[in-house]
């Protein structure tokens, strides 16, 4: 077999591979990227809307800073996600937002002087400083309390994943594209690389690194309706379950969004909202101020999804000849607005729809958006389990983003995550960690494993077609582990999703040579996507309370006194059926924010016994630094800059703050 070395090996070429490998590059490692497509095709182009980053350059993000986003972003996961990551993220966001500028993203920037907005269905001036013209400017999205998110018109990961990958050819990182991670080379306690096939002519290649990175992305597609790009099958996070050590957090954490066009699941942007898009019924009705007053068409993603899917519950939903769905309004916007700052809209609205969004609404509906879950990892990314195994994008539960990430706040993360992740890694490699001893033996073993499974696959003859497995298993998702819950349909489907299982392993393919095979592909990656796919649904049986966008109707309160807690789901045994959970627990005493009402959706949590506690703790630390600046609070709250690399820890400038 082919054997390649490096010393650092990165899976995946999206926004968050590329910045990982730039920064060991950096350090002087060796690097190496592989990808299913070329890395300009990654999902990551598809991020329309934009990345957040607390700039406070506009008259609307004035007075924004860290500590407004860390809020919004702990709010928004419900509680659930790591306060000391979203205080590293929040941080370094406005330095990652700078970098790109500098390698020619083209930021859409402030105009000084008086403009029109559409804020909450009213037509308004707004009025920029000559001082901010020219600025980096920033929209409404992600239900922030500050506009802050940066934006490239509607084409925002398009013009990020270009300049992070032309950075990465300036680099001379060698990419190698078509070529799939099959699984890890590992001995149970360290990582030396990846066995890698390659999908053209089927042939395995051993790439043995010192440190490996997992940045694949999400697994969307293992819902029916989902706004993911196909290639986004949760491969990477499948094989790291698969060495049995290392788990995935909170895989039940499955967030939907409200707008993807209705059926073809192709998104339209948050940002049509975030600039005065309004959702409306079969009526004409616009209803999301009936249930949300206070933020409307702008609550977090979760509390939109579900007010929606309970409307047409209530028989207020359109209908067409493909099922019941809502409109999405924005030809109050105007044709000028949408030719310059949501022209992607307009075109998916042409093409796939024949309609124009200035004149008609837009048919939409509630579809599977964004893995909050994946391989679980530490503040460095370093990834539970495994030594020399590291994770981080949508691959990773990093945990910035808990049951709820905001719009925006994701491909933030990819390239912050990318950055902080990267140099840990350079950090690893030079360390006596970053050394090892990989023997012919453990490798042979590792590649024998895999062939064994492709010609158990290759060789079957059995009943069953891998494509209607697949459509099976993604219509259960999409019915029984979606926007809402209930435990009796999410134990039908674990039972369901098990029997699945069974019967992917009894495969007939028609094509049966090793290269260029789809079939064959598919069949393999079912395997795989079964695992994710129950990890989800039984973490979601498990979990008996209501949780950003986990909701279950038969126990619909937030339970902090039980479940203020991350699931960790290990595939110890690859006889078991359903994954082993444990669970990690989010430590109250320690955090910045306690658990609250999130300023939205219900407000009826059971709280932590220790909430109190912390909350008069926290009151009596800013009372005693009352006169200090903000950063000496918070750093008395909840240090985090010692965990950050020393070049990332400086305060960020910002227009009227001085630093
Ligand atoms: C339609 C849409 C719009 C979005 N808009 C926004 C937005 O406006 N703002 C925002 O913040 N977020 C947005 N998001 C989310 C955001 O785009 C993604 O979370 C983010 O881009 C993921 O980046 P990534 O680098 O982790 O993964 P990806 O960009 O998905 O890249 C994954 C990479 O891994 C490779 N890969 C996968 N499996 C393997 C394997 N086994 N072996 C080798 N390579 C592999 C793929 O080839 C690919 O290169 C949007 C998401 C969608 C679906």
Redesign the pocket.
């Known amino acids: 077999m082919e054997t390649i070395h490096t010393d650092v090996l990165v899976?995946?070429?999206?926004?968050?591979?590329l910045r990982a490998a730039l920064a060991a590059r950096k350090r002087g490692n060796s690097v190496l990227i592989?990808?299913?497509?070329p890395?300009k095709r990654?999902?990551?182009a598809?991020?329309?809307?934009?990345?957040q980053a607390s700039l406070g350059n506009t008259t609307k993000g004035a007075g924004d800073n860290e500590d407004v986003h860390f809020e919004d972003t702990v709010r928004g996961s419900d509680w659930g996600n790591d306060q000391e990551v979203a205080r590293l993220f929040v941080h370094t966001a406005p330095k990652a937002v700078r970098e790109l500028a500098s390698w020619g993203v083209p930021w859409n920037r402030v105009q000084a002087g008086e403009r029109e907005a559409i804020i909450d269905n009213r037509r308004v001036t707004l009025s920029e400083p000559e001082a901010a013209h020219g600025l980096i400017t920033a929209r409404d999205f992600g239900g922030t309390k500050k506009w802050r998110t940066c934006y490239v018109s509607d084409g925002?990961?398009h013009a990020m994943l270009y300049a992070v990958s032309d950075q990465t050819i300036a680099e001379g990182i060698p990419v190698h594209e078509r070529?799939?991670?099959v699984s890890l080379i590992h001995d149970g306690l360290r990582c030396y690389g990846a066995i890698v096939r390659n999908l053209i002519d089927g042939k395995l290649v051993a790439y043995i690194a010192r440190a490996t990175c997992i940045?694949?992305?999400?697994f969307g597609r293992i819902y029916q309706s989902t706004?993911?790009a196909v290639?986004?099958e949760g491969?990477?996070a499948a094989i790291a379950l698969e060495t049995g050590v290392v788990p995935l957090g909170n895989m039940e954490a499955v967030q939907f969004h409200p707008t993807a066009i209705f059926p073809a699941g192709i998104?339209v942007?948050e940002g049509c909202r975030g600039d005065g898009g309004l959702l409306r019924d079969v009526d004409g009705h616009r209803f999301m101020p009936d249930y949300e007053p206070e933020k409307k068409e702008l609550a977090s993603r979760d509390v939109v999804s579900r007010r929606m899917e309970a409307h047409i519950r209530s028989g207020k939903g359109a209908r067409n000849r493909f099922g019941e769905h809502l409109w999405l309004d924005i030809t109050q916007l105007g044709a000028q607005h949408i030719d310059h700052k949501l022209r992607e809209v307009k075109e998916i609205c042409h093409y796939f729809l024949g309609i124009d969004p200035a004149r008609q609404w837009i048919p939409v509906r509630p579809a599977q958006?964004?893995s909050m879950g994946g391989i679980r990892t530490n503040a460095h990314g370093a990834a539970y389990g495994l030594s020399g195994l590291f994770a981080c994008?949508?691959?990773a539960c990093w945990d910035l983003h808990g049951f709820n990430r905001l719009?925006?706040?994701?491909?933030?993360e990819?390239v912050v995550s990318g950055m902080i992740v990267g140099d840990a890694i350079a950090d690893f490699c030079t360390s006596s960690g970053g050394d090892m001893s990989l023997s012919t033996a453990l490798l042979r073993e590792c590649a024998d494993k895999v062939r064994a499974e492709f010609s158990a696959i290759a060789d079957n003859h059995g009943p069953e077609n891998p494509a209607a497995l697949l459509g099976a298993m993604q219509a259960i998702m999409t019915d029984k582990v979606g926007i809402v819950r209930h435990g009796e349909q999410l134990a039908e489907a674990v039972r369901e999703l098990t029997e699945l299982a069974a019967r992917s392993r009894q495969v007939g393919l028609r094509t049966h040579r090793p290269g260029a095979n789809p079939e064959l592909t598919l069949a393999w990656r079912l395997q795989k996507m079964l695992k994710l796919a129950i990890c989800v649904a039984h973490g979601a049986r498990q979990r008996t309370e209501s949780r950003g966008a986990h909701f279950r109707t038969d126990f619909p309160r937030r339970n902090d006194a039980e479940w203020l807690k991350r699931t960790l789901a290990y595939w110890t045994d690859p006889a078991q059926l359903v994954p082993s959970l444990h669970y990690e627990a989010l430590d109250v005493r320690h955090m910045e924010l306690p658990p609250g009402w999130r300023g939205y959706g219900a407000r009826d949590a059971i709280e932590h016994p220790e909430t109190a506690h912390r909350m008069a703790q926290i009151e009596t630390i800013r009372a005693q630094l009352a006169t200090a600046d903000r950063h000496a609070v918070q750093d008395a709250l909840m240090p985090f800059r010692h965990l950050l690399p020393t070049h990332l820890r400086g305060d960020n400038a910002r227009p009227g703050e001085s630093t």
Not at 11 to 17: S, T
Not at 34 to 37: A, C, E, F, I, Y
Not at 215 to 218: F, L, V, W
Not at 407 to 412: I, K, L, W
């Open positions: 899976i995946g070429g999206g926004l968050a591979g592989l990808s299913l497509v890395p990654s999902h990551s598809a991020a329309q809307g934009g990345m925002t990961g070529m799939e991670a940045a694949t992305g999400g706004t993911n290639i986004n491969i990477g998104l942007t958006h964004y994008g949508e691959a719009g925006g706040n994701s491909v933030a990819t």
